[in-house]
Antibody, heavy 122, light 107 residues
Framework: EVQLVESGGGLVQPGGSLRLSCAAS????????MSWVRQVPGKGLEWVSA????????DYADSVKGRFTISRDTSKKTLYLQMNSLRGEDTALYYC????????????????WGQGTLVTVS | DIQMTQSPSSLSASVGDRVTITCRAS??????LNWYLQKPGKAPKLLIY???NLQSGVPSRFSGSGSGTDFTLTISSLQAEDFATYYC?????????FGQGTKVETK
């Protein structure tokens, strides 16, 4: 069974930093594109960043480009999101998501999601 | 950037109703269109991928159609567990953008 467990969220002041983690199990971690998707409570979904299975390709939404860095550690089966220069508009629930297609290079649809970790910038 | 527009933003329906939600892309995205369902306090769940392919385990009352810029999600006979918010998402561009969501509420 696929499991994704996020951690690292919390309250941070504007301009501060946080690192989110997502521990993965139940699938071949290195074979799948992984993503971070965020949701302001009560609002819609925004795809924040994605990384290929090898880690060679990364993509970012314009809203976070230059401030956030996605990475993955295959040996630990863990996905990360380093968030710097945080702003109030980054306040959201951050989901880790696994892509549905093996060996893809970019997100094609997320078939498994974590429960989310809340980031509050205030 | 590719913009996704869903309609309606909300709708009221009863159990057994046929429900249709539409999604329009700002440019042609082929069939790179996914549909998700999200219930309050839960993560999204993938229903349909590549416009019309049913994700494993999803009931057959859900179906998707369309290509290019116009897409449709249909629930043939709404069940109690289907009251939720539905999102379309394009996977043509580098990062998938979502529609704003359609909330299906009980009439």
């Amino acid at each position: 069974e696929v499991q994704l467990v996020e951690s690292g969220g919390g309250l941070v002041q504007p301009g501060g930093s946080l690192r989110l983690s997502c521990a993965a199990s139940g699938f071949t971690f290195s074979s799948y594109v992984m993503s971070w998707v965020r949701q302001v409570p009560g609002k819609g979904l925004e795809w924040v960043s994605a990384i290929s299975g090898s880690g060679a390709r990364t993509d970012y939404a314009d809203s976070v480009k230059g401030r956030f860095t996605i990475s993955r550690d295959t040996s630990k089966k863990t996905l990360y999101l380093q968030m710097n220069s945080l702003r109030g508009e980054d306040t959201a629930l951050y989901y880790c998501a696994k892509d549905r297609r093996r060996w893809g290079n970019s997100p094609e649809g997320a078939d498994s999601w974590g429960q989310g970790t809340l980031v509050t910038v205030s | 950037d590719i913009q996704m527009t869903q309609s309606p933003s909300s709708l009221s329906a009863s159990v057994g109703d046929r429900v249709t939600i539409t999604c329009r892309a700002s440019q042609s995205i082929g069939r790179y269109l996914n549909w998700y369902l999200q219930k309050p306090g839960k993560a999204p769940k993938l229903l349909i991928y590549d416009a019309s392919n049913l994700q494993s385990g999803v009931p057959s009352r859900f179906s998707g159609s369309g290509s290019g810029t116009d897409f449709t999600l249909t629930i043939s006979s709404l069940q109690a567990e289907d009251f939720a918010t539905y999102y379309c998402q394009q996977s043509y561009g580098t990062l998938g953008t979502f529609g704003q969501g359609t909330k299906v509420e009980t009439k």
